[in-house]
């Protein structure tokens, strides 16, 4: 069985998987996580995916060849007051709960999209600090309907800012697949560990662990066994600045590596969580 049908025949797989890709700035973060995207679309994937971009700049979009999300969570949160007199001034019968539900659909905070034939939705977190004043109330509605919304989901895919800890305001409490991305360099490697503390210090569930890392130019592929290697590729470069990667031509090298982590991701699986993180860390090898 060819490597995209075993990933196709992998869609229905429950429950749902929450997949972030964390790292260092510019290391290549929502480059992995579209070609994760475009992986998924290629091998036919039938699972309902949402693609989260976690990262205030917003770029996923573009490397995906998407249009840009018309707002985002925090635009929401920013232009939406859960003042006492609002809420006494609801409607008979809608609950705060329900008014930001609206605001959020109303908004088109979620852009249902394809890539390629797969359709996907598409959320942007935006900016992580609002303006002066208490977000409490409203981050709490918030969080509590983005956990609800997760879970209409097969596989929930988070391209994440360096930091976590505005994702985890929104409480985002697991990751089934932890994936750390460095470039080999010392400060890379750390920024991915403190990544995983940081996780784990605000209450976020890990399943496993998958280390990724970029290669430099000229590089060959022989990190760490227990490391994904990920080849330097100049058309990627070049398609992520001007194009979108959806160009990447199907034998390209990068292709190959993202694919056996698609599958990785999605055969996880286990229940002891020991067993999950030696499954992801096991080195990747002809598929
Ligand atoms: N496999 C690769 N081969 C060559 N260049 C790559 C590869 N992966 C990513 N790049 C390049 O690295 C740069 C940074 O990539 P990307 O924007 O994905 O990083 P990031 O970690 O998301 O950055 P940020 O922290 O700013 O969000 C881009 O110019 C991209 O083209
Ligand atoms: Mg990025």
């Known amino acids: 069985m060819s490597l995209s049908t075993r990933i196709s025949s992998l869609s229905d797989v429950s429950p749902a998987k929450i997949i972030t890709v964390c790292g260092k700035g510019g290391v290549g973060k929502t480059t992995l996580t579209a070609l994760l995207v475009d992986e998924l679309s290629r091998s036919h994937y039938q699972g309902r995916l949402l693609v989260v971009d976690g990262d205030p700049a917003m770029t996923l979009h573009l490397v995906l060849g998407q249009e840009p999300p018309s707002k985002t969570i925090a635009d929401v949160r920013d232009e939406t007051s859960l003042s006492a007199k609002v809420i006494r001034r609801l409607p008979a019968g809608v609950s705060p709960e329900q008014y930001v539900a609206d605001r959020l659909k109303s908004q088109q905070v979620l852009t249902t999209t394809r890539q390629r034939a797969m359709p996907f939705d598409l959320l942007a977190m935006g900016w992580g600090e609002g303006r002066p004043g208490c977000y409490c109330a409203i981050n709490n509605v918030l969080g509590h309907l983005l956990t609800q919304l997760l879970s209409r989901y097969d596989l929930i895919l988070v391209d994440c ?18 994936v750390t991305l460095t470039d080999g360099s010392r400060a890379a490697r750390q920024v991915a560990d403190r990544a995983l503390q940081v ?9 496993a662990v998958a280390r990724v890392e970029q290669l430099r130019p000229g590089d060959a592929a022989q990190p760490e066994p227990d490391v994904i290697p990920l080849p330097f590729d100049a058309e990627l470069q070049q398609l992520t600045a001007w194009g979108d990667i959806t160009a990447l ?39």
């Not at 996780?199 to 399943?207: D, F, K, W």
């Open 161 to 178: 800012e360096a930091g976590l800890e505005h994702l985890s305001r929104f409480r985002l409490t697991r990751s089934d697949l932890f």
């Open 199 to 207: 996780a784990q210090s605000v209450g976020m569930t890990i399943g």
């Open 249 to 287: 031509p199907a034998n390209n090298p990068v292709r190959t590596a993202v694919k056996l982590l698609v599958l990785k991701s999605l055969q996880l699986g286990g229940h002891d969580p020991a067993e999950r993180i030696r499954a992801a860390l096991a080195p990747v090898q002809g598929g």
